[in-house]
């Protein structure tokens, strides 16, 4: 059974700084180019950013540019994301996904609320 678990959001203050995990289980994750998405309320769901199976190469949203990193740990079957400078408009539920969901799966997510 495919399962992502989102871990590390919070309340925090403009240009503050979280770092979100996600543990995925139940596939054999170094395979896989796994991703970010974010949604915020009222909008659609958004793709944060990638990251190749070994992690030697990113994409990121061009309004996160700069500011977010993603990064993997095939030992342990978790990809991060490091977001820095954060603003208002990157208040979100933020989700882990294998690219293109080809599993059918997604977790809870963990919200990011950034506000003063």
């Known amino acids: 059974q495919v399962q992502f678990v989102e871990s590390g959001g919070g309340l925090v203050q403009p240009g503050g700084s979280l770092r979100l995990s996600c543990a995925a289980s139940?596939?054999?994750?170094?395979?896989?180019?796994m991703t970010w998405y974010r949604q915020a309320p009222g909008k659609e769901r958004e793709l944060v950013g990638t990251?190749?199976?070994?992690?030697?190469?990113?994409t990121h949203l061009d309004s996160v540019k700069g500011r977010f990193t993603i990064s993997r740990d095939n030992a342990k079957n978790t990809v991060y994301l490091q977001m820095n400078s954060l603003k208002s408009t990157d208040t979100a539920v933020y989700y882990c996904?294998?690219?293109?969901?080809?599993?059918?799966?997604w977790g809870q997510g963990t919200q990011v609320t950034v506000s003063s």
């Open positions: 139940g596939f054999t994750f170094s395979r896989y180019v």
């Open positions: 996904n294998v690219l293109n969901d080809v599993f059918g799966s």
């Open positions: 990251i190749t199976r070994t992690g030697g190469s990113t």
